[in-house]
Nanobody, 122 residues
Framework: QVQLVESGGGSVQAGGSLRLSCVTS????????MGWFRQTPGKEREGVAT????????YYADSVKGRFTISRDNAKNTLYLEMSSLKIEDTALYYC???????????????WGQGTQVTVSS
């Protein structure tokens, strides 16, 4: 069982930046796919960005390309999400995920953090 603890969420004005962090209980070097997902009330959880350990291959949702950057520091067992040029529609509960996978046209994962709220206002 992998435990994930997110931090860094908060309230920011549109156009601002935030950095989310996720510390894992497992060595991130042993976890191939890690990622960030987000969810708003009444909607399905969606994959925002994922990164594979081998080759550091990344995926970004079209809605965040060019604005969000995912990275991982295996020495610190930490996953990051740098978010810039934030928009009101980025408001959501953001989840860190470990052992993610792509299936039936969508991303999902085996392990989830508790989530950290990001609120973007005008």
């Amino acid at each position: 069982q992998v435990q994930l603890v997110e931090s860094g969420g908060g309230s920011v004005q549109a156009g601002g930046s935030l950095r989310l962090s996720c510390v894992t209980s497992e060595y991130t070097s042993r976890i191939d796919c890690m990622g960030w997902f987000r969810q708003t009330p009444g909607k399905e959880r969606e994959g925002v960005a994922t990164m594979y350990n081998i080759g550091r291959t990344t995926y970004y949702a079209d809605s965040v390309k060019g604005r969000f950057t995912i990275s991982r520091d295996n020495a610190k067992n930490t996953l990051y999400l740098e978010m810039s040029s934030l928009k009101i529609e980025d408001t959501a509960l953001y989840y860190c995920a470990a052992a993610c996978f792509f299936d039936n046209g969508r991303w999902s994962s085996h392990y989830w953090g508790q989530g950290t709220q990001v609120t973007v206002s005008s």
